[in-house]
């Protein structure tokens, strides 16, 4: 293993938090068409209130594309994300070097689309879903991750 058992601990610990919420969405929600746990329905009637309902934010015009829920698109860029940790421990140096490089591209990528996702939640859909959040946090910690270790420490890489 190239890295450190605990660096590809704490690698891939956000992105199977974030597979997790995305695939309880995508199994709950979309397949079996129930509610998602500790995410009901906000009973405030005021308007300038954010509620915290999964409900109104996954049956949201802006939650697919072309019929695909985000929460698919999710799951994919963590499995893709867990699929890069993987090659930057386990492959050859040149393969290991160049994964690292995407690795920090793709999770840059991730985090260039929370702020549009964040600004929808906050002030279109005027909901938060938590599973969303999960997600979101998930994402910016990976970020912040891959960056702490290739910049700050100089290198993730034995």
């Known amino acids: ?15 199977l938090i974030g597979l997790w919420s995305s695939l309880t969405v995508l199994y709950l ?20 209130t954010i509620a915290i ?14 019929g695909i829920p985000l929460d698919a698109f999710a799951a994919l860029w963590f499995i893709i994300n867990l699929f890069l940790i993987l090659i930057v ?6 393969l ?3 994964s690292l490089r995407l690795l920090f591209f ?14 929808l939640e906050f002030f279109v859909i005027r909901a938060i879903c938590i ?5 979101h946090i998930a994402i ?12 700050y420490k100089k290198g993730l890489l034995k």
């Open 1 to 15: 293993m190239r890295v450190t058992r605990i660096k590809f601990l704490i690698l891939i610990a956000m992105s």
């Open 29 to 48: 929600f979309d397949v079996l068409h129930q509610p998602l746990p500790f995410c009901g329905a906000s009973s405030s009637s005021n308007p300038n």
């Open 53 to 66: 309902d999964c409900n109104r934010v996954l049956s949201s015009p802006f939650s697919s594309i072309h």
């Open 89 to 94: 421990s386990l492959g050859s140096d040149s």
């Open 96 to 98: 290991s070097k160049l």
């Open 106 to 119: 793709w999770r840059f990528m991730g985090l260039l689309i929370i702020p549009y996702l964040l600004f």
């Open 131 to 135: 599973y969303c959040t999960v997600m």
């Open 140 to 151: 910016i910690i990976d970020f912040i991750i891959v960056s702490y270790f290739l910049f």
